[in-house]
């Protein structure tokens, strides 16, 4: 129902077709991010979540944070298409044993979808 990677705010990549747009919801600042062999078209800071214009067939996301480290390689859990806007929620826990977690929780559909974090299918909608 998202129109802003279509009609309000579309971006081309390098080959002119229109980019997917990915909203990161996110509580924290100071996140950077590395796209895949497509690379990221364009990173844009807003209030409350960060939007990254990536090219569609883009597979994979390396987030970084000076604070919370590097997560590498999150594959994304469904293809990424043309013109469309997928939402991703990046939520940190509490240090648990000096470590810090990092939840990433993401709408799939359809619900049953199978959702693989590391090359490992996840099992369980609980990831803090």
């Not at 796209?35 to 990221?40: A, E, F, R, T, Y």
């Given at each position: 129902m998202d129109l802003d990677a279509r009609v309000n705010s579309p971006l081309k990549d390098q080959n002119g077709d229109i980019c997917a747009l990915i909203k990161i919801v996110t509580s924290e600042t100071g996140f950077s991010w590395d796209?895949?062999?497509?690379?990221?078209v364009k990173a844009?800071?807003?209030t409350g979540e960060y939007w990254l214009y990536v090219p569609f067939g883009s597979k994979r996301l390396t987030i970084k944070h000076p604070k919370y480290g590097l997560l590498r390689d999150y594959l994304y859990p469904e293809p990424v298409e043309k013109a469309c806007v997928y939402e991703l929620v990046v939520s940190t826990c509490e240090k648990i044993h000096d470590q810090v977690i990092v939840s990433l929780t993401s709408n799939v559909i359809p619900e049953d979808a199978e959702i693989y974090f590391n090359n490992n299918l996840l099992k369980t909608n609980r990831y803090c």
């Open positions: 796209g895949d062999q497509l690379g990221i844009e800071t807003k």
